[in-house]
C-alpha cells in the first residue's frame, strides 16, 4: 500500500527533476546557439569575401557576330549568356521562376524558415516538395561556394545570404540569380536559355515555354528537353501548375499551355545563316585587338555582310560543288567496319564508326547494314532506319554492282553518306574539291558575301583569303587595260597566228596555243579577250612589254612580285586570293578606283557603346583613282562582250540583265576554274579546285565550274538592284565601230599587232590545254609564286583557339 506522504514527495522530486532537465537543456541550447552566433559573426563573418563579384556584377557575355542587318553569325566565349536588366524580363517569367523556386522571396529575409518547416513537411507527406534553398542563397551559392555538403560551407552561405541580403534590394538578387544560374547547353540565364533551346527572346516565349525553362534549375541536366525531353515535360507540368495554383495563370491559360506542342531546338547554338568563314575572320581580328577579353566582356561585332547575299552564296557554292563531285562519280564508301552479331555489340560499333565523322548540312553518315542492286538499308548516328531505293541509287550504281572492286563495293558494314529531300533518301559523298566565293560593294569595298570552303567544320582553311592560286585566263582584263593605257583599242586589230619565243625546254623555242588549236588571223582585240584567244593575249603582252604591264598589276591590288616577268603573265601563271581578284575588278565596275575590302563595320562593348568604327567610305575621288575613266569604260563594255557572246555567256542569258561583265579562267589542265564578274555595283569572284593541286578534268573550264556558283549568287543578290548603265566619258571616240582613247585616233601605230605575219597552214606542235587558253609557264621557268592553299597570308594575326573550355557539369 503507498504511503500518501511518500508518493507526493517523489511527484515533487520528479517534477523538479523534470523542470532541471528542461531548464538545463534550455542552457544548454542557449550556449549552443550563442557558441554558434559567436562563431558566425566572430569566425565566419571576418573571413567572408568581398560582394563586389555582386555588387559590381559583370557577367561574362560572349563574343557576337553580326550580319549589316543584324542577324547573328558567330559567337565565341565560355559561357553564353545575354545580360537582361530585372525591368526587360518579363513578369511571367519571373512568376513562373519565383513559383517553383521561391514562393515567398519578396516576404523573408534570406533564409525562409517557415519554408523550411514547411519543405520538410511535405516531404515527410508526400506532398509537392520544395528545397530549403532560398533564391538569395543560390545567389550565395552561384558567386562564392562550391558544391560540397559539408557544414562550414553551409555556414559560409548562410551568413553570405544574409550579407547579400542587407547589400542589394530584392530585384537585385533576383536579376543577378536570372542572369547567371547555369540551365545547361552551354546557357547561362533564361535569356540565353530562351534563345538556346526555343530560338526566341524572353519577351517571345509562350507559358508553357516559360514554364518549361523555369523547371531548369533544379537540374539543367536531369531537366534538359534536348537529351530528356519526358523528365522536361513532367517538370514544366509541376511549374504550371503552381503557376495554376498561385493564380497567376488563368484556367484557360493552364489548359492551354499543359497542350502546346514546344518545338525544341535540338541541334543546339546554332545559326540561320552560314557565316562560319565570316565569323572566324572577325574573331581573329578582334582577339588581334583585345585578346582573351574579346570573349567575356560582351563585345558585338556589326560586319558588312548581307544576310539574304549570305545565304545566296553558301547554298550556290553547296549546290555546285556537290554537282561537280557527282558528274565524276562515286570513288566509294568513306570506311568500312565489322557489324558483331549481337544487337548491342552492333549498335556499340555503329556508334563508334559514325561518332567520328560529322555531318555536312545534310550529308548524314550511316552504317550500311544491307545492300542490293535494288536497295540499301543503313542506320544513321540517330539510330534511323534508312531505305534507299531507285533514283536514290544512280550516283552510287556501280558500286552496288557485283563486278565492283572490294575499296568501293557497298555492302554491309560500310560507311557511307546519305541525303534526304522531297523524293526521298539519296547516297551522296562529301566532295573532296575545294571552292571559294566572295562578293563585295563595287563602290565601298564593304564584303556582302564570304563563302571561304565546302563547310567550315570539315575545313577551316579559308579559301578566299587565304587560298594562293594561279588566275589564268581571269587575269587577260589586267593585261587588256595596259594595252589600251598604251592607246590600243578593242577594234585594234591582233594577228591571231602561231608564234615562237625564245624560253622553250632544252633549247627549244615557246609555242603558245589557243584552247582549240586553230588560228584566225587578223581578229580585234575586243573578240581576242572575249573568246579568250591566248596567242593574241601573248602578242598584247609583248606589245605593251612585260615591265609595264608588270608594274600596272599593282594598280588593282595585285601584287606583282607573285605574277611572272616575262610573257607567260598573259596567261595567268602567277598567284591571285579571291579577294584580290574581287578587289581587282571592283575598279572596272566603279570606273577606276581602287577600293580596300573590308569586313567590319563598328565594334561595340555590351552597352552598346562604340568601340571601333570604320568611317564611312570615302566618295571616289581622283586620290582613289588608279585607272583612267575612259580606260575603265571601254574595259567594262569589252567584259559585257565576254558575258554576253564570250566565254561567259551564260551570265547574260540566265540572270537576264545587260549589266553583267566579267572574265572566265581557266588554269593549265584544268587545275582551276575560276569567274570574276560585276553587275548592279556589286563585284563577285567564285573559284574551284583541289588543296593538293590537280586537274578538276578534261572537260572541265571555268564556266562549268565557277560561273555556275557566280551566277547563281547574282540572280538572288541583283534581283533587288537596278540595272546600271555607262554613258561614256569625255576623251573617248569611236573608230571603226568601237571605243578608243580620242587622243590615239588617229595614231596608226595602235590600230594593229603584228599584221605583217601570215597564217601558215600548220598550226604548229599542240599543247594540251584548256578553255581560255591557258598555258603551262616557260619551261624551265622559276616558280614566282606559291600555287598551293597551304600557304597563309602574311597579314594575319596570331590568334587563340576558337574553341571555348568545356562548360560545367549540368548538376545543380
Known sequence: MDHPVLTTTLSWLNRRNALRGLIAIAVAGLVATLAVLGYLFLVVRPKLPS???????????????????????????????????????????????????DTRFYEHGGIDWVRAMGAMKANLAGGFRQGGSTISMQVARNFFLTREKVLSRKLNEVMLTYKIEDALTKDQILELYMNQIYLGQRSF?????????????????????????????????????????????????????????????????????????????????????????????ARQAVFAEF????????????TTILKADQDAAYESVRRNVIAYDQRHGYRGP????????????????????????????????????????????????????VRIRGDGLKLAAPALSSKAKDGIRIRPGAVIRVAQDKKGWAITQVPKVAAAFVSIDAATGAYHAMVGGFDYNLQKFNHVTQAWRQPGSSI??????????????????????PIELPGGANGEPWKPQNDDFKFDGPITMRRALSESKNVPSVRILRAVTVPYAHEFLGRFGLDPARHPNNLTMALGTGAVTPQQMAGAYSVFANGGYKVQPYLIARIEDAEGKVLKAVPP??????????????????????????ARSGTGAAATQRIGRTDIAGKTGTTSDAVDGWFGGYGGGIVAVAWMGYDEPKSLGGREFGATLALPIWIDYMKVALARRPVVEREAPEGVVQLDGDWILEEYAADPTVRGI?????????????????????????????VIAPVSPAVPPSTLPNVAPAIPPNPPPETN
Do not use: C, W
Not at 536531369?222 to 488563368?250: C, E, G, M, T
Not at 585578346?291 to 556589326?302: D, F, K, P, S
Not at 587577260?476 to 598604251?486: E, R
Open 51 to 101: 560582394l563586389d563579384a555582386v555588387t559590381d556584377y559583370k557577367p561574362k557575355i560572349p563574343l557576337r557576330i553580326y550580319t549589316a542587318d543584324h542577324v547573328l553569325i558567330g559567337e565565341f566565349g565560355e559561357e553564353h549568356r545575354d545580360f537582361v536588366p530585372i525591368k526587360n524580363i518579363p513578369d511571367m517569367m519571373k512568376k513562373a521562376v519565383l513559383a517553383i523556386e
Open 189 to 281: 540565364g533564361f535569356a540565353a536559355a530562351a534563345q538556346v533551346y526555343f530560338g526566341k527572346t524572353l519577351q517571345e516565349l509562350s507559358v508553357a515555354e516559360i514554364a518549361m525553362l523555369a523547371g531548369l534549375p533544379q537540374n539543367p541536366a536531369r531537366h534538359n528537353p534536348v537529351s530528356n525531353f519526358k523528365r522536361a515535360k513532367a517538370r514544366q507540368a509541376l511549374v504550371l501548375r503552381r503557376l495554376h495554383d498561385l493564380d497567376y495563370i488563368s484556367d484557360a491559360q493552364y489548359e492551354a499551355a499543359q497542350h502546346e506542342t514546344l518545338h525544341i531546338n535540338n541541334k543546339g547554338q546554332e545559326f540561320d545563316t552560314h557565316a562560319e568563314y565570316v565569323a572566324e575572320l
Open 291 to 302: 585578346q582573351e577579353e574579346a570573349y567575356t566582356r560582351g563585345i558585338v561585332v556589326h
Open 334 to 385: 568513306e570506311a568500312f567496319i565489322e557489324l558483331p552479331d549481337g544487337d548491342e555489340e552492333r549498335e556499340e560499333a555503329i556508334d563508334e564508326a559514325l561518332g567520328r565523322r560529322p555531318s555536312s548540312d545534310g550529308l548524314i553518315p550511316a552504317v550500311v547494314l544491307s545492300a542490293s542492286a535494288s536497295e540499301v538499308r543503313a542506320e544513321t548516328a540517330d539510330g534511323d532506319d
Open 476 to 497: 587577260k582584263p589586267f593585261v587588256y587595260s595596259a594595252a589600251i593605257d598604251k592607246g590600243f583599242g578593242p577594234s585594234s586589230l591582233i594577228n591571231d597566228v
Open 617 to 642: 567610305p570615302p566618295k571616289l575621288t581622283d586620290e582613289a583613282r588608279v585607272l583612267d575613266a575612259r580606260n575603265a569604260f571601254i574595259m567594262d563594255s569589252m567584259l559585257r562582250e565576254v
Open 754 to 782: 603584228d599584221l605583217d605575219e601570215a597564217v601558215p597552214g600548220q598550226a604548229g606542235v599542240p599543247v594540251p590545254q584548256m578553255e581560255g587558253g591557258e598555258q603551262p609557264a616557260l619551261p624551265g621557268a622559276p
